[in-house]
């Protein structure tokens, strides 16, 4: 009996021992919280992961942009992309729960960063001003996008889950004045970079001053700043950073082209695949949307020159409501085209030569018209002749849209202009003007209370 | 921890010290065995006539007791069995014959970690002997279950063999851990749900489907606290057991031989258009939409030249075999039982098809008075060929379904079209015949399930028992998909020239099981049976897969061949289980019995502060029958009132929810972390308090058994992601809030109606009703399940008050006849039909559910017709919002009830008008919710045993040849093709959803039995 008894307590003693083995296993995938950022090496990662964020609302910042306006025509069967198509948008539309979740993910990176780094000893400097730089621009971006794409929002300023769980809306002109607080901080530490640099790869995935001033550029176009859009643009331009491809084909085709301002980059193991909001997919895939009719007319006038690349006709998708065309711009991985460009070079030249014709400067050297003959010479385009201010302004909205057609533009540009109704009306018995703005998803509403009752008029 | 093991310590000295009570005189032993079958007898009172000395025999019928001389005699009594008494005199060992009663109080139930006699349950144990579903090919032992016990719904999720199969005991508990009962087979608690990775739509495959259910000996069901509370955080859903076939002792081998072969079929085919008809259809949408059909392709006499059954295209009848080959037999010192069988199911569905090896042994050996070990092995593979279905556009009969039957799968030259073929409908149509032919979906998978154990005796009835078992299962998937197809090729962000994938992964479970127990007896009334022990479980996930894309050409289908090898990924998992545990059965007098339990587990799934719980339930019988003043009702057999109280948990959340993570991503060819999930270290167990009262009767000896439970659960510290606002940059975190209840009501019934001249047919009734509801929430904010609904936010929805499964949408009060228009219930008010209009538009669950069973048997001849129903539940015909569409888009055929449509002013129709593009009149509403109750024939069987003579000079000892026939007919008003149905496998809140889920299948098939 005794036996019994030592053995029984031996098993008991083994058991204790592999107690922790069996209860505490550790995760492979994961990292726990509190070993994310607690020393220098760590800073590189998360810094990655402030940028990865970006990506992750690059493609629903253009769905946002070119899906809810005059673009596309519905041909598939997902619904998000039956409501953008069709002008039905709805609080419940999964596109519009998929651009908010990505906003307010990169800005808790950003503020994540901004909060811990200054905690972690030994990080070098340069290093430090360079990566709370990148992090300001970041939550200043998605902040833009946020104001220009809902509304009033949340201003997000800390990791504090409790508070953030009950946020309520701030009005658009803070939004953007702390997106303007932001830019301007982060324009300040982050990396000079100089002309004639080669590092295009670089130059497109990370931020530097120059990038920054891009984005200001734009910053100050919306907010009609016409003499700030002009002089941040012609500083993106002169600076010879960034440089515009000789063919336009390259643009639709390639990734990192010598234009890319900021560009977010898939490779062969990322690639957004059949995921839901991955561009490749839903246009040419599945081709969910597809260009219309009168988006086709556009890009195949002789106005759009070789721009016509942009999309391209197959006659075995042409029956039914098909008209047979497909957007190009956004590629597989094994074609080396996934990537999505947020700003390129381009778009300086537009956005200068806007600014110019507000400020009625259409010729001469200086002149908006000078401006969109750089673009239309590249794209071996008849040049633009006219010089009446209002014609000019609206060879400025056109030239957008042979250029910049699928890059996230089209909504934002026509509702800044005001040109929203008569476009969208025109093209959509269904549109109304409570689409000028996106619904504030209803999942949010529903789990915040200090946004219930507060969705946006109409919706 | 330290409590924990101070229990054990405490425990087993208090069995030691007990063992001083046993009294000294002559030792006589024996075994107490049946005459019927020479099984031994367990429980059975030997007493010491006069005395109050006496002891009960063990599992194995054995027992030891001390006497004082040899001129007393023993009294042997047990409930339902003739009493004897035997005179000692000079035996010392005297083993008894005895007779026993027609009723099933002496039937063994598995209770766990022990065993029992029906009699001596306090708790609610449902047990399905395999006699009940011999004559019915199912594929696993879950899918027996069906309309065979109180308490359990079982719903195959669709039709394709081995696929996905619901078990719910007494409704679902939980709104994010698992619903599924425990399954514990030979002691082991297995793999249950879906073992592969990759996703074919809705249906997957069932890791229990490796089990053959032809070894089977008995399915014990725990379902109430006192049954369940040994299996303690992980009993909350039930818990099933299954004990395989052993052999008997003193039995000459005996070999038994099985062929079955037989046919299957679809039980009923969706009900679609004509070419004409839908052109017609289509023509009239585009033009209520204001626009020119003509322009848009549709031009009579030329899109509807070709008219295509899709449905008929992509499917079969199929061929069901299986062969089994068994022998089992043993002596006084060794038993055991060998099997192996080959099933072999085509599916319906073209290149559809699961077949299974399986083998068994089990093997038992008493190796002295005090010793004995054994061992138990399951050895499976099976081979699946899958196909795509459900949700998938490229599925077989998804795609067949929604096909336009404009098109041919063949062209003239009777080569498939493939998606880009300029003759073929283009995307979202894929050619499903192509889609069932041309890829390669194969899943191999193997199981090894392999116990050891010894048993030793330290003093009579006095055992300490070890056991390690393993359950390896290993799953390789073995995919391609070539450049004809729509992943293959018409995607070409995923594949573009053939698109492979090659997973493996490895689930295995070590536990080590060791329980010290004892039988005693105070007094000669006081029968306590204690059991102790201590278990450790570790389970291992690893997996690795493999994706390779731009294939030289479709003749190269393995990734060595592949162009870009550029996705792929491997992993490990752990987790663990360190639990102690015991249960103290007390008997007296056979009148008044109660039952304590505990479980003490600590879970690696939890923070440390939360890692260990105590599961405690307790139980009490009274044997109305045994008191004296209920001798006089001499036509009650037995009448047992029980009632039972304790607490349960669930545990099956998913590993290191707990934590707060943050995972690698990626960035133009960088990789850096990104967070992952919010951190709760108090996450803890959910738990479900149990009350249960029972009532077991017995009449006329056992020609009529009844039994009756009621009982009310109630879960609470609900596991759950609570949704929470974006704005904190997460979509949810996991917290435990909420509770859930179930109350519920079962009642089985048993009669044997007649049983004489050589006629006998009995009846076995089930019903249940569980009335399942969410108590609590975080909020009262609907929480969306399910899929994206079109103008609401989703089809599923928890909300508080309202059970789980529980659908959501816009009321439709019906058709405008003015306008045609659907017309909703403007629930807010505002004048507008948004998604603040959604509201509660039915529930999955039924309101009753059972099975009904009739047997007759006439000189060798038996007939069975068993059927199964439920009632009051609801199906969310999601199918219906493709195929009934009103016009939505022309990409798909429609149903018939389309030819109801509105098409006039006045019309009075629940169809409303179809107009190309509107998306407003096919909103997601009450208009796809229909209701689910069916009665069905799910078996009728008719079987012949040979006469003996005939047989006897081939030295047979018995030939039996049947014919039975499965789902032969069904009574229900669902307008899809079959009510059992749910495209979103194994999903509670999200139940009973049809969305071109491959409906359930007949099966006729003829059976040979030969025993020799």
């Given at each position: ?30 990292l ?9 090496n ?17 493609a ?35 596109a ?32 430090r ?101 002009e ?25 990192f ?46 106005e759009a ?52 014709a ?13 401006d ?88 | ?28 032993s ?72 027609i ?87 297995v793999?249950?749900?879906?073992l ?29 606290a ?23 002792s003193?039995?000459?081998t ?84 060998l ?27 008493k ?12 050895l ?58 041309l ?12 116990g ?37 090729g ?28 004892y ?28 994706q ?5 050409s ?15 990924s491997?992993?490990?998992v ?45 139980s ?16 009650i ?40 999930a ?63 209840s ?30 399942n ?29 309202q ?32 998604p ?12 009753l ?8 048997s ?22 219906n ?41 096919n ?45 032969l ?17 194994g999903?509670t ?24």
């Amino acid at each position: 009996m005794s036996r019994f008894i030592q053995y029984s307590l031996l098993f008991i003693l083994l058991g204790v021992s592999s107690c922790r083995e069996v209860l505490q296993p550790q995760p492979v995938d994961l990292l726990v919280d509190a070993l994310v950022l607690n020393e220098p090496n760590d800073v590189q990662p998360v810094r990655i992961g402030m940028y990865s964020a970006l990506r992750g609302m690059a493609a629903p910042i253009i769905i946002a942009g070119d899906f809810t306006a005059d673009y596309i025509q519905f041909n598939g069967t997902f619904n998000d992309y039956r409501e953008l198509g069709t002008k039905q948008i709805t609080a419940a539309n999964g596109a519009v729960d998929a651009l908010w979740g990505g906003l307010y993910r990169t800005i808790y990176v950003a503020n994540f960063m901004l909060e811990n780094l200054p905690k972690v000893a030994g990080v070098p400097e340069a290093t430090r001003k360079q990566v709370t730089a990148e992090a300001r621009f970041l939550r200043g971006f998605a902040n833009f996008i946020g104001a220009y794409t809902y509304g009033d929002i949340p201003q997000v300023t800390t990791t504090a889950q409790s508070a953030n769980r009950t946020i309520s809306r701030t009005s658009r002109a803070t939004i953007l004045a702390s997106v303007l607080a932001d830019y301007q901080a982060a324009l300040t530490d982050l990396p000079d970079v100089s002309s004639g640099s080669t590092n295009i790869t670089t130059n497109a995935t990370f931020l530097n001053k120059v990038s920054c001033q891009a984005a200001m550029a734009r910053f100050y176009l919306y907010q009609k700043n016409w003499a700030k859009a002009e002089e941040l643009a012609t500083s993106v331009i002169n600076s010879g950073v960034y440089k515009l491809e000789t063919n336009y084909v390259d643009i639709v085709t390639r990734d990192f082209t010598g234009e890319s301002i900021l560009e977010v980059g898939y490779n062969l193991s990322d690639d957004p695949g059949t995921s839901t909001f991955g561009l490749n997919n839903i246009l040419v895939g599945r081709r969910e949307v597809i260009p219309s009719n009168q988006l086709v007319l556009l890009l195949t006038s002789a106005e759009a020159g070789t721009r016509q690349q942009t999309i391209t006709f197959d006659s075995k998708n042409l029956r039914g409501s098909d008209n047979g065309w497909t957007v190009r711009k956004y590629g597989t991985a094994s074609e080396d085209n996934n990537n999505i460009v947020l700003i390129r070079l381009a778009e300086m030249y537009l956005i200068r030569a806007e600014a110019r014709a507000q400020l009625g400067r259409q010729t001469g050297a200086t002149g908006a018209v000078a401006d969109l003959n750089v673009l239309r010479t590249r794209a071996k385009a008849p040049a633009i002749t006219t010089t009446v201010q209002a014609d000019v302004l609206l060879a400025v909205e056109r030239e957008r849209v042979y250029e910049l057609a699928f890059e996230g533009h089209r909504w934002y540009d026509l509702v800044r202009t005001g040109r929203v109704q008569a476009v969208m009306s025109a093209f959509s018995s269904n549109w109304n003007s409570r689409y000028e703005l996106w619904p504030i998803p209803q999942r949010e509403i529903q789990q915040n209370p200090a946004l219930s009752g507060q969705q946006n008029p109409g919706y | 921890m330290r409590n924990h093991y101070s229990t054990v310590i405490l425990g087993v000295l208090f069995m030691l010290l007990s063992v001083q009570l046993i009294a000294q005189g002559i030792r006589i032993s024996g075994r107490v065995t049946s005459a019927g079958d020479g099984q031994p007898l367990p429980g059975v009172n030997v007493l010491v006539k006069g005395t109050t000395n006496g002891v009960s025999t063990d599992a194995n019928g054995n027992y030891r007791l001390t006497v004082p001389d040899g001129s007393a005699s023993l009294l042997l009594t047990y409930i339902g069995i003739v009493t004897q008494e035997i005179a000692i005199g000079n035996r010392t060992v005297i083993n008894v014959q005895m007779v026993e009663a027609i009723n099933e109080l002496s039937q063994v139930v598995v209770t766990g970690y022990n065993t029992t006699q029906r009699k001596d349950i306090t708790g609610s144990i449902a047990s399905v002997s395999p006699e009940k579903f011999k004559n019915i090919p199912v594929t696993s032992f879950d899918q027996a279950l069906q309309g065979q016990a109180a308490g359990v719904q079982v719903t195959q999720s669709s039709g394709t063999p081995g696929g996905g199969i619901n078990v719910r005991v007494r409704g679902s508990t939980s709104i994010s851990a698992s619903n599924r009962p425990l399954f514990v087979v030979d002691g082991v608690p297995v793999e249950d749900g879906q073992l592969t990775n990759r996703e074919f739509g809705g249906q997957q495959d069932n890791a229990l489907a490796l089990f053959n259910p032809s070894d089977i000996e008995s399915i014990d069901v725990l379902k109430d606290a006192s049954a369940k509370a040994i299996y303690g955080s992980r009993a909350a859903n039930g818990v099933v057991l299954i004990t395989t076939k052993k052999g008997r002792s003193n039995q000459k081998t005996t070999f038994s031989a099985d062929v079955q072969r037989g046919m299957i079929d679809m039980v009923r085919r969706p009900n679609l258009l004509n070419a004409t008809e839908l052109l017609d259809l289509q023509r009239e949408a585009v033009t209520n939409a204001g626009q020119d059909p003509d322009k848009l392709g549709l031009i009579k006499g030329v899109t509807d030249g070709i008219n295509t059954d899709w449905v008929k295209a992509t499917t079969r009848r199929a061929i069901y075999q299986q062969y089994q080959l068994s022998a089992q037999g043993g002596n006084e010192k060794t038993q055991f039982y060998l099997s192996g069988n080959y099933r072999d199911e085509e599916g319906v569905q073209l290149n559809n098809e699961f077949g299974r090896y399986t083998g068994q042994f089990k093997f038992d050996h008493k190796a002295t008075s005090q010793l004995s070990f054994g061992t138990n092995i399951t050895l499976s593979r099976a081979k699946n060929k899958r196909v795509k279905g459900d949700n998938f556009l490229d599925g077989v009969y998804s795609g067949a379904v929604k096909s336009l039957p404009y098109y041919s799968p063949y062209d003239e030259f009777g080569r498939l079209y493939g998606p880009k073929d300029a003759n073929y409908a283009g995307f979202p149509n894929f050619n499903p015949v192509g889609q069932a032919l041309l890829p390669r979906f194969e899943s191999y998978t193997a199981k090894l399930l392999a116990g050891l154990y010894a048993e030793y005796e330290f003093i009579p009835n006095l055992r300490l028992r070890s056991k390690v078992s393993v359950d390896y299962n290993n799953v390789t998937e073995d995919n391609f998909e070539p450049s004809t197809t729509a992943i293959g090729g018409f995607l070409t962000s995923v594949g573009g020239q053939g698109y492979g994938d090659f997973s493996n992964s490895t689930y295995t479970t070590l536990i080590n099981t060791n329980t010290l127990t004892y039988n005693f007896q105070v007094a000669s009334k006081h029968h306590i049976n204690s059991m102790l022990g201590f278990e450790v479980l570790q389970r291992q996930e690893r997996s690795g897969n493999l994706q390779g894309r731009l294939f030289p050409s479709d003749d190269f289908t393995y990734i060595t061949s592949a162009g870009i090898v550029d996705q792929g990924s491997s992993y490990r998992v752990n987790s663990g289980l360190i639990s102690t545990f015991g249960e103290v059965r007390y008997n007296y007098d056979e009148r008044y019995l109660a039952t304590l339990t505990a479980r003490f587990d600590g879970s690696s799934r939890f923070g440390q502060s939360k890692q260990f719980g105590l599961f405690p339930s307790g139980s009490l019988a009274w044997r109305i029958s045994a008191e004296p003043f209920m001798k006089r009702f001499t036509f009650i057999s037995d009448l047992k009132l029980r009632t039972s109280f304790g607490f349960t948990g669930n545990e099956r959340i998913g590993n290191f929810q707990f934590l707060g993570t943050w995972a690698s991503n990626t960035y133009s060819g960088s990789t850096g972390v990104g967070p992952a999930a919010l951190t709760n270290p108090l996450l803890q167990w959910e738990r479900t308090r149990e009350a249960n009262v029972g009532l077991d009767a017995s009449f006329f000896s056992g020609r009529l058994t009844l039994t009756v439970d009621a009982y009310s659960n109630l879960t609470d510290k609900l596991l759950f992601a609570q949704p929470i606002p974006q704005t904190t940059g997460f979509g949810s975190v996991q917290g435990n809030i909420g509770k859930v209840s179930n109350r519920g009501a079962e009642v089985t019934i048993s009669t044997v109606n007649i049983d004489r001249g050589g006629i006998r047919w009995s009846t076995d009734l089930n019903l249940s009703r569980n009335d399942n509801k969410v108590v609590e929430l975080v909020s009262s904010e609907p929480i969306f399940r399910g899929y994206t609904g079109n103008g609401v936010s989703n089809t599923n929805v928890i909300l508080p008050g309202q059970p789980l499964g529980t659908f959501w949408g816009l009321k439709f009060l019906g058709v405008d006849p003015a306008t045609g228009d659907a017309i909703y219930d403007d629930k807010n008010g505002d004048g507008r039909i948004t998604p603040d209009d959604g509201q509660v538009i039915g529930n999955a669950q039924p309101k009753l559910f059972g099975g009904f069973t009739n047997r007759i048997s006439w000189k060798g001849i038996e007939l069975s017709g068993f059927f199964q129903f439920s009632y009051g539940n609801r199906i969310l015909n999601f199918t219906n919002q493709t195929l009934l569409n009103s016009g939505a888009d022309l990409q798909s055929n429609q149903s018939r009830k389309a030819l109801e449509r509105w098409r006039k002013e006045g019309d009075i129709s629940s169809v409303p008008k179809y107009v190309y593009q509107s998306t407003y009149n096919n909103f997601l509403s009450s208009r796809f919710v229909e209701d689910g109750s069916y009665v069905r024939l799910k078996n009728v069987s008719l079987g012949y045993n040979l006469p003996k003579q005939w047989i006897t000079r081939y030295k047979l000892s018995n030939v039996r040849i049947y014919a039975s026939g499965t789902n032969l007919w069904t009574l229900t008003r669902y307008s899809g093709p079959d009510p059992e149905v749910s495209t979103l496998d194994g999903s509670t809140t999200a139940q009973g959803i049809d969305f071109f889920t491959f409906p359930q299948v007949k099966t006729v098939v003829a059976g040979l039995s030969v025993n020799f």
